[in-house]
């Protein structure tokens, strides 16, 4: 690599003019000896002042960076330099996005970060600046999305939104611009009210403007439908899924032909959700018969429009027999094919195993849930996604079973994939074992990975049952449990009303 940079700069001392200014010079001179220096410690201090001595091509400089900031360790003495170089050039764009995306920084930046996407250029915007802008903004939104305040800055991100939408940019820049904006307005009106969202939710949705906001950049962002190509047409149809279902299988009707399996997945969930079982008729044929795509689409076939014969050419019979009476909710009799499985100590796709645990959240079975247990234990990173060992913790949490044994699994779970659903499990699981402080603190966890539309009547009302129970403050379970209500509004099918009901009596005592 040290030969490839050298030779390269070498390549360009030969091409260079000879009337360089002597300020280039310096600059070339400088970055050669950079590239000379080995260890990464010296080549970071070397850039981080030609950053200082060279503001202005702070461009030039970002992707050295880099390529040298890979398994360096930052210390004080480094972040102070960044520190100082960004006080000391507060309005060079380039430079200060240089050192937030290469460095460590803090929410206590964030008004600086504010004012700096406030008065980036409008034109025209390089790739560079354009790139600046997204991961600044993404990065702002993310942190208010984790903290739950997207609502409360609504005045900025109005102000940011309908400034950047007068650049001149390119159709990627403004596409993700919108797409930002959208997913910004999204949370700030589920925060406000609780609700998942859904197109018809927000109709009813006063919040100062933010609802028609919404409206005008999802308009906005159906004007670019005829400029995107693929891939921003597979981020695209998720957006229609999730907001606009009918319009969602008219838009994959027109992907119809792709062979790429992630946007397949996305046509047949458009599918599902816009109840055009057409297109499920036109793909299912085309898939490759037996691989592990082709049977989960089936499934989804099968438990969507009750439609069985694609999925009985792909399963063994008593695979498929599980699938159809639970799908048709004869549990008695999937709990015997379940059976039957299990004795043959063979499974074709690993969703069966959702459909036992399915089986067992419906007929309470804990026997069933143990055999279960024993059977995936055999072969656990086959036969066990991270989702999959979460749904059987928490099934197990529920039913109060094991749960020194299903922390564990609960806990591998969790660190494989640390969402709000995995972190939710093992919060309730050490509630259920009265480590009420340590469940608190991962049920806020949970809470703050919460994103929009997803299933949260559970979380809130499990903090509400972990909050009483870790601070003693009816008071703020009250709120949690208030919340969780307002949630189970949409399909929260894990929801346990019962519970709710009981909690809200030792509440109002």
Request: with cysteine.
């Amino acid at each position: 690599m040290k030969f490839s940079y050298l030779s390269l700069f070498a390549l360009l001392l030969a091409l260079m003019p000879l009337n360089i200014s002597a300020g280039d010079m310096g600059f070339y001179t400088d970055y050669a000896a950079a590239l000379k220096m080995e260890k990464p410690e010296l080549r970071v201090n070397k850039l981080l002042d030609m950053l200082d001595k060279y503001p202005e091509r702070a461009e030039e400089l970002y992707p050295f960076f880099t390529d040298s900031i890979n398994n360096f360790t930052f210390t004080q003495e480094y972040t102070r330099k960044v520190e100082a170089l960004r006080k000391k050039y507060p309005e060079n764009y380039s430079l200060n996005f240089t050192l937030r995306q290469l460095f460590p920084f803090n929410p206590t930046e964030f008004p600086e970060i504010k004012r700096l996407l406030l008065n980036c250029p409008l034109s025209p915007l390089s790739d560079f600046t354009e790139n600046a802008i997204i991961e600044l903004s993404s990065k702002l939104y993310r942190y208010h999305q984790l903290q739950g305040t997207c609502h409360k800055e609504l005045e900025f991100f109005d102000r940011f939104y309908q400034r950047m939408n007068q650049a001149e940019s390119t159709a990627k820049f403004k596409w993700y611009l919108l797409l930002n904006a959208l997913d910004f307005y999204r949370q700030a009106l589920w925060e406000s009210d609780c609700v998942a969202p859904t197109f018809a939710a927000w109709k009813n949705l006063p919040m100062r403007g933010a609802k028609e906001r919404y409206h005008f950049y999802f308009n906005e962002f159906l004007k670019l439908e005829a400029d995107l190509e693929f891939p921003y047409s597979l981020l695209q149809l998720e957006i229609y899924i999730h907001h606009q279902p009918s319009h969602a299988g008219r838009y994959a009707a027109k992907l119809v032909g792709t062979r790429h399996l992630q946007l397949t997945g996305m046509i047949l969930a458009a599918a599902t959700v816009a109840k055009t079982p057409e297109l499920f008729d036109h793909y299912l044929p085309q898939l490759k018969k037996g691989t592990p795509f082709a049977i989960l689409s089936a499934m989804h076939y099968a438990h969507h429009f009750h439609r069985f014969e694609p999925l009985k050419q792909l399963l063994p019979a008593d695979e498929f027999d599980l699938v159809k009476k639970t799908v048709l909710k004869d549990y008695s009799g999937a709990a015997k094919a379940a059976g039957k499985i299990i004795a043959s100590g063979k499974v074709s796709h690993p969703e069966i195993i959702n459909h036992m645990v399915d089986i067992v959240w419906n007929t309470q079975d804990r026997n069933l849930l143990r055999q279960i247990w024993q059977f995936a234990e055999k072969d656990p990173q086959k036969l066990l996604a991270y989702h999959q060992a979460n749904s059987i913790a928490y099934t197990a949490a529920v039913l109060n079973v094991d749960l020194a044994k299903a922390e564990k699994l609960s806990h591998s779970a969790m660190n494989r994939h640390p969402n709000s659903a995995t972190l939710d499990t093992y919060a309730y699981i050490l509630y259920r074992q009265k480590q009420y402080t340590a469940a608190r603190n991962f049920i806020i966890r949970a809470m703050q990975e919460i994103d929009p539309g997803e299933s949260c009547a559970p979380i809130y009302l499990h903090a509400a049952e972990i909050e009483l129970a870790a601070a003693k403050d009816k008071k703020r379970a009250a709120w949690l449990l208030d919340r969780a209500l307002k949630c189970s509004k949409e399909n929260n099918y894990e929801f346990n009303a019962a519970r709710a009901a009981e909690l809200q009596e030792i509440l109002e005592k």
